[in-house]
């Protein structure tokens, strides 16, 4: 089954700078990449996804990109706000007809 | 739609108790899910439905855990007896099967076995 390694795990940054957490997946057939934020006290919530005929897609501050080659993907998040401090999780499936596989977590911490 | 409803939002209990846990999924979804989440282990899929059909139940720790979903618009995750290492965050998701798969996630069940 697919496995799916995320990196780092917790990560602190100042307010206004980049941050960038990396993932890499086993499976070759995976196509569907989908990154969820999840604040304290609740369920994860979906903020950008890519698939696998796609190499970057970008939405306002945050983007993804995607290597398949080697099998990884990124989520940068540009201009960081202390809203932005949560859990972030990676995870991949084959679309639509399989489950996600989640990587472990980054907490993300954006100090003021 | 008020999203994927999930209840109780916190239960306690003491080892050895029978523990219901109930999800609504998103009208119109035919995909449901139950995750665990735990510090230790992130978030694990438990059990996938599709068409209220189960697909996917080898996440399910053990005997002890059943899952039903006997229509589109209700589940069940039903841990008997619950034991202390049961205590962690269960979420139920829901999603439309096809290109777009985006699940949604409920608030979770915080459970704690005592």
Same mark, same amino acid.
């Given at each position: 089954g697919e496995n799916v390694e995320q990196h780092p795990s917790t990560l602190s940054v100042q307010e206004g700078d980049s941050a960038v957490i990396k993932c890499t997946y086993s499976d070759s057939a995976s196509n569907y990449f989908p990154w969820y934020k999840q604040e304290l006290g609740k369920g994860p919530q979906l903020i950008i996804d890519i698939r696998s005929n796609v190499g970057e897609k970008k939405d306002q501050r945050i983007a993804v990109t995607l290597n398949k080659t080697a099998k990884h993907f990124s989520l940068h998040i540009t201009e960081t706000q202390p809203e932005d401090s949560a859990v972030y999780f990676c995870a991949a499936s084959y679309s639509g007809y399989s489950t996600l596989t989640f990587g472990k977590g980054t907490m993300l911490l954006v100090s003021p | 739609d008020a999203g994927v409803i999930q209840s109780p939002r916190h239960e306690v209990t003491e080892m050895g108790q029978e523990v219901t846990l109930r999800c609504k999924p998103i009208s119109g979804h035919n995909s449901l899910f139950w995750y665990r989440q735990t510090m230790m282990r992130g978030l694990e899929l438990l059990i996938y439905f599709n068409n209220n059909v189960p697909i996917d139940d080898s996440g399910m720790p053990e005997d002890r855990f059943s899952a039903k979903? /006997?229509?589109?618009?209700f589940s069940t995750l039903k841990i008997?007896?619950?034991? /202390?290492?049961?205590s962690a965050v269960y979420f139920c998701a829901s999603s439309f099967a096809g290109e777009d798969t985006e699940a949604f996630f409920g608030q979770g069940t915080r459970l704690t076995v005592v």
């Open positions: - | 979903m /006997p229509n589109a618009s008997q007896p619950s034991e /202390p290492r049961d």
